[in-house]
């Protein structure tokens, strides 16, 4: 389609290049808008579905931390805020070296066995703190004690200064988890505080089983090179993400979807602190990745990432394609066809300019041709009449097109009945007598062009003339008003010329009415009537306007004419004049009215009968 479009335009260069740079450009401006408006749309569709699951995942892993939170607070008011615990545990802080293992001993033969049991609930440290944050008893590591917590375990340094509640993801001396660290109190004196933590695996492991989604896990690397003990960091894996392990355990059970294909470092998006998700067109994933902070220093010091897999964004890229290169070539078509028009109106236009210009020489010439003039507009009305016709036709043609689909459709349904049958048939059968009737009355009126001239009802062929122009005056709402005198009137014409006549003022009202677009109502009057003995009088009245005064003593003029010179010649009432006033013995002339003009023409009687 290009090539046929720039095959012509290459061929029609020399003729118009206003023309082609014109329509370039404007064919390269709505090309891009077109393209601009569908590629818009399809990130903004995209954007929105990306937010959705965003939004989807951070909800799911909040209501999965929750509930782990929810078992923390459980844990923490059956098992560990208990005067059996607390009284055991409340000189831990004040007493030597020998007491501390002491009561270090027996709370963790008290919590061992509870210990275990709550494992089933992926229960991953129980933790117990000294007031000044050093560690006293890790349940998971019973030998590792006496450290020094504050400057690696901010949420311990907070409940213990605080002797608040606080809760989080951090990173510790041997792992990381879900921490919820509960300040000690027994008789309002506080003697520490107990951390119940969930591991990560934990988490993702409730997410798949939940959610069913693919999950893995990124921890800052600079976090866990400064707090982690030496021989618990191969417990950790590089990741794609420059500034980020994967936690070994996770990374074992559910490998990344994405870590071969997808080699895009997400770090500085992370670190920005909100959840994103993107697109892995390669394994048609959308990976959602969520920043998990420090509850204390607000640092994102992780991430959960969520892998899933999804075909919308998949469909709406090929359904972008799909629609853009319909449009374009929509588009081409579109501008190939008004290319073509456009030449062709340029190519009209010059060929009127030329024939004026040899109308007018010709005119200076010899004025004899006018005859030869008068009948080239014979000709162009038929071009008229052609339109008229095809008015007449148009719905007829629609009746005939629907019946006959009818009848295939019932036929190929099976349910083609005598009655259905019959109703379209009939239909199509009176369309068909319509059709044929209105070629008989234009078969007639070409009949009537004869040189001849014959008797005939002035009334019958004003009606016939109507019935010419009565789908374009319909297609326009023109209202046609006839009065016409009850006794049949008789005159002798060549029955052609007075039908040109008729067409010619007719048209020209039509066209008034047109232009004159502020008369609500549009109306032409016609009337017969007999005038004195011998004559009768047919009127012609518009509610247009009327003509302009300066134009009132040219509009009988040859050549003149109100409309644009690729529009009209000036020869249609100029033939209406040479036509009553030579052919037919009569006289035209018209009269400005109230609301429009009124043209009026005179014609001999004939008294004898047909």
Known sequence: ??????????????????IIFKFAMIYSLLSFL??????SNYKKTTEEYLQKKTTKHYLNYKSIYNRYKQIANIVFETEINTNEILSLYKNAYTSNKTQKMLIRGKLYNLLKDKYKQLKVYNLKQLHFHLPNN???LRMHRPNIFGDNLSNIRLTVSIANKTKKYTHGFEEGRIFNGFRFVYPLNYNNIHIGSVEISFSVLALIDSIKENYDTNSNFLIRKDIVDKKVFKEEKSNYLQSPNKDFYFEKSVYNKYKPLSVHKDSVDYTNKILEGNSFST?????????????IKNPISNQVVAALCICEEDFFIKDAKRN??????????????????????????????????NLDRRIQLELKRNRKKDASILNQSKMASLA???????????????IISTSSSGLSLHKEMNNL???????????????????SKTLDEFREFLNDTEEEKKTVIVQDRVNNALKIIEKTFEYEKIDIIKKFHEEDLYININVGDLIQVLLNVLNNSKEALIK????????????????????????????????????????????????????????????????????????????????????YIELPLKEQKL
């Open 417 to 435: 009945d005598d009655k259905t049958f019959e109703m379209l048939t009939s239909s199509i059968n009176e369309q068909t007598q319509f059709l």
């Open 134 to 136: 050093e560690s006293f």
């Open 516 to 599: 004159n677009n502020k008369t609500s109502k549009k109306e032409v009057k016609i009337r017969i009537k007999k005038i004195i003995e011998n004559k009768v009088l047919i009127t012609i009245e518009d509610n247009a306007g009327g003509v302009k005064e300066e134009y009132k003593d040219k509009i009988f003029d040859p050549y003149f004419t109100t409309k644009h010179e690729s529009i009209g010649t000036g020869i249609s009432l100029y033939l209406c004049y040479e036509l009553i006033t030579t052919q037919c013995n009569g006289k035209i002339y018209f009269k400005n009215k109230k609301e429009g003009a009124k043209f």
């Open 384 to 398: 008229e009449l052609l339109n008229n016709l095809a008015h007449q036709w148009r719905q007829p043609l629609n």
């Open 320 to 353: 972008f394609f799909i629609f853009s290169s319909f449009s374009i070539i929509a588009l081409t078509l579109i501008f190939y066809l008004f290319f073509m028009q456009k030449i062709a109106n340029e190519k009209l236009k010059k060929t009127n300019k």
């Open 279 to 291: 697109f892995i067109e390669e394994l048609n994933l959308i990976k959602t990745v969520i920043p």
């Open 1 to 18: 389609m290009l090539q046929l479009l720039y095959g012509t335009i290459l061929k029609e260069y020399t003729m118009n290049k206003k």
């Open 34 to 39: 077109l393209l601009f408006l569908f590629y």
